[in-house]
């Protein structure tokens, strides 16, 4: 291509040479009128710009009729057009070639990696890992994919329990594209490039007053992945964190980059806002916020009766609430926050116990069960004493994880601490709406609807009602908690908590800790699946629930699999949804394994009756 456009330009400028004398007496006149004055050169120019607009007319000075162009002057005029048309066009190839073979030449190779995500469920061998440092870069990645057909799957922190992100053939990453580019006051709103971690977001918009409306359980994950997944946290008036999507801007392979916003392209802008990366690759993220708050959270233990008697008032009563069931016991931990009014500083009564008087049941049970085997490592007291609440139940669950009977000794003296925890504490939002999740693990969570927050139809306690009973009768080895939460309904199409305003959807999350010996870990996974497939099977129909996209799994058997296929283009406008990953990326390079093979495009094409 550059020696084509090189040759094309210096064919046209050889015969533009060749034509330069029957162009000099327009190139003379020009030359007089840039070096005239007064009246005079303003009628000569007068006189230039007729004869170029009417193009039938050489110069000729005040008063003096233009004399009519030859066949001979006519034939050079068209001739000279044609080769200053072609030089144009030559010099405009060149031009777009020396750009985009620079944007390649910059466009650092990729690398082959073993990526692990970070509850250690999936692992893949990357053939082609991309790190891009700018838009322009990214933009070439994602070009050259597309002119290849190769794959191409854009991942985050690697903190999604399955492997949403994951493609052996390729990846791009956005961690260096970590900038936080604006931060506007007046709007309340921060545009940040999608590499960014959700904790240096909320760090740096506390410096302007300002925080994101809620988080997650973690704040590792970055910017891109927390939206593309629709992830949330906890509140029955507080939508999922796409809802705080303004704009973004997206690299797709096909239409290059596009901006979406609620006035550009809102329906696409429905559908990218919980995009799974099949749409595009989101670049940078314009993002809602709010003032910045700190909260005050309330930590008691309750029991189901109690709070079935009164869980709709707690909906109405608090900003966020979190039950933690503890199965095999009759024990909820719930937990509130709420807005400290500004300028009031909450009385905090003074905690009853010590944090070694917390972690007591917990110590107490491991030393007493490695005591009583001879054939136990002993642990020794320091190392025992350095362990956090989800330290000391990761230790002991390994000592026998799938049985049920010592599973339920652990819950109940993990229950115990957290009876020891009960009290206050005040803080940034930040940093009260996150906790510990615990070690490596397999989880399962799920939404649905439950009504609106002002009429709740009681179905998220009937669900956990329905789901400790299935433990209890099947004697699942099931650890603590069973985290529930509630969040307000989103307008994204493919949120798994879509639904109009004032909506109410439930989401719980059932769990399972991986130990470190790995023919415990392959049983612990086994059993995991059979505790999945209940929750499928006996209650995911009853109450119209589909899985979160971060921690849904491709079923091995056809069967299950073709289940999971019709629950999900039951809930979600996948026929939609298929035609923007056409439109936007023909060739599927953004796909891989897992949303290939839930979301097959030819399936998901069927117009929804």
């Known amino acids: 291509m550059r020696r084509a456009a090189a040759a094309l330009v210096q064919r046209a400028a050889s015969a533009g040479a060749r034509s330069w004398g029957q162009g000099t007496s327009e ?45 001979e002057e006519l034939a050079a005029r068209d001739r000279n057009n044609y080769i200053m048309g072609a030089t144009m066009l030559a010099l405009s190839g060149y031009g777009y070639y020396i750009v985009t073979a620079q944007r390649e030449k910059a466009l650092k190779p990729p690398t082959k990696e073993h990526l692990v995500n970070w509850s250690g469920t999936h692992e893949v061998e990357v053939e082609r890992f991309y790190q891009p440092e700018t838009l322009q870069e990214l933009e070439a990645t994602v070009a050259a994919a597309h002119k290849a057909g190769r794959k191409l799957r854009c991942v985050g922190s690697g903190l999604s329990p399955n492997g949403l992100s994951f493609n052996e053939d390729g990846m791009v990453s956005l961690t260096l594209m970590d900038k936080i580019l604006e931060i506007d006051e007046g709007k309340k709103q921060v545009r940040v490039q999608a590499g960014a971690r959700v904790q240096a977001v909320a760090d740096e918009l506390r410096k302007h007053g300002l925080t994101l409306q809620n988080y997650a359980s973690i704040r590792e994950q970055t910017i891109g992945g927390f939206t593309q997944v629709s992830a949330h946290g906890t509140g029955a008036g507080i939508p999922p964190v796409d809802e705080q999507v303004v704009s ?42 709010v003032p910045a708050h700190r909260l005050v959270e309330q930590t008691r233990i309750s029991s189901l009766k109690e709070v079935r008697r009164q869980h709709a008032q707690r909906l109405r009563d608090n900003k966020h609430l979190r039950y933690m069931w503890i ?94 925890c009960e009290g206050t504490r005040v803080g940034w939002s930040d940093e009260l709406l ?19 927050v002002e009429q709740p139809d009681g179905r998220d306690i009937a669900y956990m009602e329905d789901l400790l009973r299935l433990v209890r009768e099947r004697h699942v080895a099931a650890p603590a908690p069973i985290e529930q939460r509630w969040t307000a309904g989103s307008s994204a199409g493919m949120s798994p908590a879509s639904g109009p305003p004032g909506s109410l959807h439930s989401w719980v999350g059932i769990i399972m800790y991986l130990p470190e010996d790995e023919r415990q870990r ?3 996974t086994r059993s995991f699946k059979q505790y999945g497939a209940l929750v499928e099977q006996e209650l995911m129909p009853k109450y119209g629930a589909v899985e979160h996209w971060a921690k849904i799994e491709v079923p091995s058997d056809p069967a299950q699999l073709a289940a999971v296929q019709a629950r999900l283009a039951g809930r979600y406008p996948l026929a939609a949804f298929s035609e923007a990953r056409r439109r936007l990326d023909p060739s599927n390079i953004l796909g891989g394994p897992l949303v290939d093979a839930l979301l097959p495009r030819a399936a998901a094409a069927v117009p929804q009756h």
């Open 27 to 71: 190139a003379a006149a020009s030359i007089q009128l840039r070096g005239a004055s007064g009246n005079a050169s303003r009628k000569a120019a007068a006189g230039a710009k007729q004869a170029r607009t009417t193009g039938g007319a050489a110069f000729a000075g005040p008063g003096v009729a233009a004399a009519p162009l030859t066949a």
């Open 248 to 289: 973004m801007k997206l690299v797709t392979p096909a239409l290059g980059t596009i901006e979406l916003s609620r006035t550009q392209d809102p329906e696409l802008f429905d559908l990218a806002r919980v995009g799974l990366g099949c749409l595009g690759v989101v670049a940078e993220v314009t993002l809602q916020c």
């Open 327 to 420: 199965p095999h016991t009759d024990d909820v931990v719930v937990v509130t926050c709420n807005e400290v009014a500004e300028g009031q500083e909450p009385a905090i009564p003074a905690p009853r116990f010590s944090e070694d008087q917390r972690l007591a049941p917990l110590r107490s049970l491991l030393t007493s069960r490695l005591a009583s085997d001879a054939a136990a490592p002993q642990l020794p007291e320091a190392e025992l004493l350095s362990l956090s609440a989800t330290q000391l139940r990761d230790r002991l669950l390994a000592l026998a994880p799938l049985d049920a009977s010592w599973v339920k000794r652990v819950n109940t003296a993990e229950a115990e601490y957290w009876r020891r």
């Open 434 to 452: 996150g906790f510990d999740c615990g070690g490596q693990q397999w989880v399962l969570e799920v939404a649905f609807p439950a009504g609106t």
């Open 522 to 524: 392959e049983e612990v």
